[in-house]
């Protein structure tokens, strides 16, 4: 799965790049004890410093989020109840949707009357997939 990170986003790179594997995680593109990219491989996929990398696994390390094993690499764990990451993702979506829509002028029953119409023109995906 590819990660990306936005260099004009508030956040540090650090973060996004624990958001993205979060959420990998929370869609499904990492299981339980998958193995993630190596720092090497993953910092220059990005284009970071090895390091911002190192800092994000150790950080997710301590989260209880994946755990590693010298000699081996960095892996997925399987302590985090997934509806829980499931509802922070969406929160996460919710909040950087709102302010996107307030940049640009919109109010929040305006941006949910948008969301609503098009979700009606969208294909129709159920929570199981």
């Known amino acids: 799965m ?26 499904g593109a990492f299981a339980p004890d998958d193995p993630l990219p190596s720092v090497r ?33 960095t892996f997925v764990g399987s302590a985090r109840p997934l509806e829980d990451d499931r509802r922070a993702l969406l929160a996460e979506v919710a909040q950087r949707a709102l302010i996107e829509a307030h940049r640009h002028g919109l109010g929040v029953e305006e941006f949910i009357d948008a969301i609503r119409a098009a979700a009606g023109a969208a294909p129709t995906r159920t929570s199981s997939e």
């Open 2 to 27: 590819p990660f990306t990170i936005d260099p004009s986003d508030s956040r540090p790179i650090y973060v996004q790049i624990m958001d993205e594997i979060r959420r990998a995680i929370v869609v």
């Open 41 to 73: 491989q993953l910092a220059g996929d990005l284009r970071v410093n090895p390091n911002t990398v190192s800092q994000a696994y150790r950080e997710m390390e301590r989260d209880g989020l994946v755990y590693v094993q010298r000699g081996q690499g």
